[in-house]
């Protein structure tokens, strides 16, 4: 019986140590895909307004990053005869958004508003504690930028 109970505290004890070890090892990396024709002014708005860098580009597919690297965005032509029918048609321009999250939104706000870049949502704070505003690239895609705060009491 003593063996019975100090294996089940050992395993009670143990699973979640394992499971923790297990969710470190195993990674996962997402990378949205846009579907347009805009790619030469795609590729101009992410590297001019938010300092975007170019990862790999060929004639059809142009994968960008986020300065410092740590996210990545990539646009395909559509009705590429290397792709399958999933990947050819184009996006349509509306229901999508991306969130960049950046330490200063103010300066951000600031240095896009120089570059004349339209602004879609102005500057604002909202009650769940974020400040942000958005713009949108050349294929309708709206950009939330923010800088997450907790919300005022």
Known sequence: MK???????FLLFSFPLFAQQTAKTST???NAGIITAKLAETKKFYTETLGF???FENEFYLLMHTPGQASELSFLLPKHPSQQPLFQQPFGGQGMYLTIEVEDVDKVYKEIQAKGVPIKIELRDEPWGDRHFAIQDPNGIGIDIVTYAPPAQ
């Open 53 to 55: 860098g170019v990862t």
């Open 3 to 9: 063996n019975h109970i100090a294996l089940a505290a």
């Open 28 to 30: 996962m990396k997402m």
